[in-house]
T-cell receptor, first 113, second 113 residues
Framework: GNSVTQMEGPVTLSEEAFLTINCTYT??????LFWYVQYPGEGLQLLLK?????DKGSNKGFEATYRKETTSFHLEKGSVQVSDSAVYFC????????????FGKGTHLIIQP | SAVISQKPSRDICQRGTSLTIQCQVD?????MFWYRQQPGQSLTLIAT?????????ESGFVIDKFPISRPNLTFSTLTVSNMSPEDSSIYLC??????????FGPGTRLLVL
């Protein structure tokens, strides 16, 4: 079956630091990959996505590249801000969306001023 | 993209009662799903809401406990039946658009006393 593994948190960084949150996956076929963000007290927002190997998703300064050879989709940002503090979920979708999303456990990111 | 609304946004219920959560999408979508997010946890897929037919449930979830309807392409309901404190959770509706991207509603925060 499908599974997603992401680094455990919390991850605490200082403002303007470089961020990497690791995500690896196991899936049959060719899944689409996503990063969602959940701010305190809010629902999930789509941050970025990639639908095929070597695609790079980007949004709000965040980037992630679909690496089929390493089955990874690591999230990066060059300079984090306090407002980036949130829980980040890596997820995959296979079967054209018919099977729902498989989520990682989430990584709580804390940015200190 | 799809914008999803849910009602109610939160509720406090007595054990043994039932609560129906409504989910409305602002555009026609292909798939709709219901997830549960227990406190501090990741999301778990409850079921796929199928238009005009019975929902497809994931392992560990049954129709008697979580009856689901989807009468048209943009609307679905989830009922949490005969509630117990273990059902306290956030329930999220999601929908997949024609670009196979999944969007989430803001969630319904349920507390069962």
């Amino acid at each position: 079956g499908n599974s997603v593994t992401q680094m455990e948190g919390p991850v605490t960084l200082s403002e303007e630091a470089f961020l990497t949150i690791n995500c690896t996956y196991t899936a049959t076929g060719y899944p689409s990959l996503f990063w969602y963000v959940q701010y305190p007290g809010e629902g999930l927002q789509l941050l970025l996505k990639a639908t095929k190997a070597d695609d790079k998703g980007s949004n709000k300064g965040f980037e992630a590249t679909y690496r089929k050879e390493t089955t990874s989709f690591h999230l990066e940002k060059g300079s984090v801000q306090v407002s980036d503090s949130a829980v980040y979920f890596c997820a995959l979708m296979s079967g054209g969306g018919a099977d729902g999303l498989t989520f990682g456990k989430g990584t709580h990111l804390i940015i200190q001023p | 993209s799809a914008v999803i609304s849910q009602k109610p946004s939160r509720d406090i219920c007595q054990r043994g009662t039932s609560l129906t959560i409504q989910c409305q999408v602002d555009s026609q979508v292909t798939m709709m799903f219901w997830y549960r997010q227990q406190p501090g946890q990741s999301l778990t897929l409850i079921a796929t809401a199928n238009q005009g037919s019975e929902a497809t449930y994931e392992s560990g979830f049954v129709i008697d406990k979580f009856p689901i309807s989807r009468p048209n392409l943009t609307f679905s309901t989830l009922t949490v039946s005969n509630m117990s404190p273990e059902d306290s959770s956030i329930y999220l509706c999601s929908a997949v658009d024609w670009e196979e991207t999944q969007y989430f509603g803001p969630g319904t925060r349920l507390l069962v006393l």
